[in-house]
């Protein structure tokens, strides 16, 4: 491209960085033109580049990652996944990682200092300025609500004006940003109001903050899970959420940003689970990692089907007497097993959501099995079609009535225990999206030929 | 409770709305006790109120509707669910519409007045003030970001003052809640800037705003669809994001409010598709739209299901000289389906949030194959040993073998199954999720049974 020709895609697009780019750079980098791979990066925007980094090849992300200066790596560090993040950082000494980690935001600064290495992250963590907030801020959970929040605010003591609090937004403007609120606190540094930018903004200057500020702030503490944060958050169209000690002291704050990671992450968490993945399987998770995940179910999977497999031969006779039966094997065990992941799914999502009370259990269950009765007519009549339409001779007929009923039986019943198994679980406080997938599966294929092989005993044989 | 004892639940808790209150309300709207139901509900934030209308029986939700005055209604109407709003709507007059719809901003009216009765819609539409936004609004996609957005932003000249910016900020200050940024336009309303308001409050006020804005906003056009919308938020850390017309002209703005349901919402999407849930099922949907939802791919399993039960009549022969194989038949389904699935998942995954581009996807299927090897051989061996613990008299061991190399190669393939079809519909433009779930179970049970017995007869029989 010449330098007079118009870029193709603006500077502020955020289709920026796609493979084009990087390939850019996988090039310019293993020619070691640095000039000119820091001329293509330079206008990036942090996430940008992150994404950048993260999509090179991992020994090409480190040249990369060495040769930009400090200021722009170290805004692009808290984009980074994890795993990323620790061979980004690997190697490098405990000067450079405090330059790198000293100007994030303190919640930040905790979750980069995690992905250091161990016996190195001691050093770097004595070394930071705000050391004593940092080491805090670890001592939470990490899925807490101290977990997520920077203790960097913009707090004024109630006595004070608006035209002071306007100065606190202004020296605190590199540490805190963006500013949505200032949080107004007693003598005792409790949260007593916050105050929005908003109103700070349209406030004569010599008004007292206590005049101005609302009173009934929407706090949590900081051990608050969070997915418990991010319903709030959600509920009440919360920008930020100060977070306050048992007393009521404020600690720090929660903001958006953090916390639409927390739902994207747990929304595909919950996938991951209803597909029979143990822990978080992410993109760039090893191979032994990734194995590890998904053999826990698959393993217990095996079980549960050896299970399966004992009553399908505890049948045998049935099946030697009538051989056709084999061919609803796969049917009963399809549909049982659909049926229950199908129910169970909108159950977790109930509960998850925080929409399914147990004020609407008795409705819940009931309709649950008004779409089950329903559910299971239209695919008895289905298959009882499928069958005549096959022609088994003159049995044709009583194996019709026969895996029709069976089916019928089977769908209401895979449908109920998908549905009330994760309302169960959750009663004793276990995590419902457990129930979701290969457990509910496997124990509905048991369930299912068990059933099936019954009915066609009674009926058919 | 005496009117001195302190509520347990102080009045800031978000969990003031629960499963006692909802009790409580039903029993003082059954006895018709009016006002107290008014003093219980008076201080709820709206979206507190909406959880209340939505847990009560709905003839008694549609009473306390009635009951409460119109713009404590009209707040928590944005915040219920569709079918709720419908069925709360239904039956009120178009003067009491007008009156409810009109002081919500542009976005909510737009989406409320979808919940009208079409033949009322229209009355209700030309007696809003805003009729002509709204209007716009509702001729934009419902996933897009014209269909996010409302048209109520603070703008000014390029040319005014950081004063006559602040007062555009005070005389908007109804409309545009919460406030977040200023965008400075140019003479044909074309985005120029932003200025976020943090800046307003430390800039002196004679300051020409075109001095104190940011130039390089990232905007997006209205056809932009709801889910990049939200990547593009999530990835900048972006609170507002102004739309604009192709030439450039502000239209109106999207909050990380209306984003956060977005995310919610495809992540529930996602999980329904992965269970073979077609639609959005709520847990407000009727019986017979739930049943509709999930019929769709229980009757394309049942089909599928189906052809795997001819592949096992297929090879009735061998089932005959050897029945005991009837065992491995709920074995070689369940690790098929569910080895496909996870790794579909993984795949539908890493393309919805943007993480796995094309440069990636060698890589990607290549650690799918080394988990699928690594994944095959412990299963396989597990399989074995299952078998030989169980005994077959002196074929054991044939049988052990027979199994464990079969349920290897299942493995194998039906994992390369599972991450490369999303990855191949996605490059059709087809939704990769629809291959997660049954799509991939139902063609997994019929390549794994077809592996299976094929494996069989050439190394058992």
């Not at 039966?325 to 999502?349: D, E, K, R, T």
Request: proline fraction near 5%; aromatic fraction near 4%; glycine fraction near 6%.
């Amino acid at each position: 491209m010449s330098e007079n020709a118009a870029p193709v895609v603006p500077p502020d697009s955020p289709t920026l960085v796609d493979d084009h780019l990087v390939e850019a750079v996988v090039d310019l980098v293993e020619a070691g033109h640095r000039g000119h791979v820091l001329n293509l990066v330079a206008d990036l925007r942090p996430a940008d580049l992150a994404a950048l980094l993260q999509h090179l090849p991992a020994d090409l992300a480190r040249v990369v990652f060495r040769w930009l200066p400090e200021e722009v790596t170290s805004r692009a560090l808290p984009e980074l996944e994890s795993a990323e993040r620790v061979d980004l950082l690997d190697g490098l000494s405990t000067p450079e990682l405090v330059a790198l980690i000293d100007p994030l935001a303190s919640d930040d600064q905790a979750d980069v200092l995690a992905d250091v290495d161990v016996t190195q992250a001691e050093d770097v963590l004595v070394q930071l300025e705000d050391a004593v907030d940092i080491e805090a801020l670890l001592s939470y959970g990490e899925d807490t609500a101290g977990g997520l929040m920077a203790t960097e605010v913009v707090a004024v003591p109630l006595t004070a004006t608006v035209a002071e609090a306007t100065e606190a937004v202004r020296s605190n403007a590199d540490a805190v940003d963006p500013v949505f609120a200032v949080y107004a606190v007693d003598e005792e540094n409790k949260l007593a109001g916050v105050i929005p930018l908003k109103r700070l903004l349209l406030s004569p200057a010599d008004t007292p903050v206590h005049e101005v500020c609302e009173g009934d702030a929407v706090s949590v503490e900081p051990d608050l899970d969070q997915e418990e944060v991010a319903r709030i958050m959600e509920r009440y169209d919360l920008v930020a959420l100060p977070v306050v000690s048992a007393g009521g002291r404020l600690l720090g704050r929660i903001t958006i940003d953090d916390v639409m990671n927390v739902i994207r992450e747990e929304a595909e968490e919950d996938l991951q689970r209803a597909v029979g993945i143990t822990g978080e399987e992410e993109l760039s998770s090893s191979i032994f990692a990734v194995s590890r995940g998904r053999l826990v179910w698959l393993l217990l999977g095996l079980c549960g089907a050896y299970v399966s497999g004992l009553v399908i031969v505890g049948f045998e006779e049935a099946l030697t007497i009538a051989p056709v039966l084999a061919l609803f094997i796969p049917i009963v065990m399809a549909m049982a097993g659909n049926a229950g992941i199908q129910s169970s799914a909108i159950a977790v999502q109930g509960l998850a959501s925080g929409d399914l009370w147990r004020s609407d259990l008795a409705r819940r269950i009931g309709k649950e099995l008004g779409v089950a009765l329903l559910n299971g007519v239209v695919l008895a009549v289905a298959l009882a079609g499928i069958v005549v339409l096959s022609g088994f001779g003159d049995d044709t007929a009583r194996l019709a009535l026969t895996a029709a009923i069976a089916l019928m039986i089977v769908i209401v019943l895979s449908t109920l225990v998908g549905a009330t198994v994760p309302l169960a679980l959750n009663r004793i406080g276990i995590d419902p999206a457990l129930a979701m997938g290969p457990f509910i599966t496997v124990s509905n294929d048991i369930l299912g030929l068990t059933v099936f092989f019954l009915v066609a005993t009674l009926l058919y044989l």
